[in-house]
């Protein structure tokens, strides 16, 4: 299973746009990318998946290189509803059992400030 | 449609004593899953399960067993609780196939072992 190694907090402002790296330098070919986002109290929820270059929907966007040994979720015009803990999370996501194993680290804590 | 549940909420309970946990999920998902989380910690991986009547280790299995006789059930049990299995324990279920391989999370609940 990758590793993946994301900063341990970040700070930004109402309506800034926050990008969070994480890195992943030994993905494997069939490893996705999938990111999710937590509240305290609350289970996580997932935010976006990818596979390789650009994904967007609704929420966010997830931007992957061409080597795929990192990838940034970008959060537009944040909110402070948007204060959350957020997971990057690498696995072959096809499979439910052992291969698809996802590990969730310690995450980014985004605290988001008026 | 209540996504996935999870009972009790809130239990304390003594060293030795057992007891267990119910996850439901109505959304006819095959993979379900258990997951423990600490404070300040990531989740980690107890049981899970790729279908009715199966189950598997996950990252941290000792203590706890677990049962799935029907697939919208997954039980996760604790025949001896020591105060080391103090934590938030999160159920969560996935569909085998989708537009996106994402788990759903329960609401979590939160055991203390005196």
């Known amino acids: 299973l990758a590793k993946t190694t994301q900063p341990i907090s970040m700070d930004s402002y109402e309506g800034q746009e926050v990008n969070i790296t994480c890195s992943h330098n030994?993905?494997?070919?069939?490893?996705?990318i999938t990111w999710y986002q937590q509240f305290p109290s609350q289970g996580p929820r997932f935010i976006i998946q990818g596979y390789k270059t650009k994904v967007t929907n609704e929420v966010a966007s997830l931007f992957i290189p061409a080597d795929r040994k990192s990838s940034t979720l970008s959060l537009p015009r944040v909110s402070l509803s948007d204060t959350a803990v957020y997971y990057c999370?690498?696995?072959?996501?096809?499979?439910?059992?052992?291969?698809?194993?996802?590990?969730f680290g310690k995450g980014t804590k985004l605290s988001v400030k008026p | 449609n209540a996504g996935v549940t999870q009972t009790p909420k809130f239990r304390v309970l003594k060293t030795g004593q057992s007891m267990t946990l119910l996850c439901a999920q109505d959304m006819n998902h095959e993979y379900m899953y258990w997951y423990r989380q600490d404070p300040g910690m990531g989740l980690r991986l107890i049981h899970y399960s790729v279908g009715e009547g199966t189950t598997a280790k996950g990252e941290v299995p000792d203590g706890y067993n677990v049962s799935r006789l029907k697939k919208q059930n997954f039980l996760l049990g604790l025949e001896s609780a020591a105060p080391s299995q103090t934590s938030v324990y999160f159920c969560?279920?996935?569909?085998?196939?989708?537009?996106?391989?994402?788990?759903?999370f329960g609401p979590g609940t939160r055991l203390t072992v005196t």
């Open positions: 969560a279920s996935r569909a085998r196939a989708g537009v996106n391989y994402e788990q759903y």
């Open positions: 030994n993905i494997a070919t069939n490893d996705y």
């Open positions: 999370l690498v696995g072959d996501v096809r499979y439910g059992g052992s291969q698809g194993n996802l590990i």
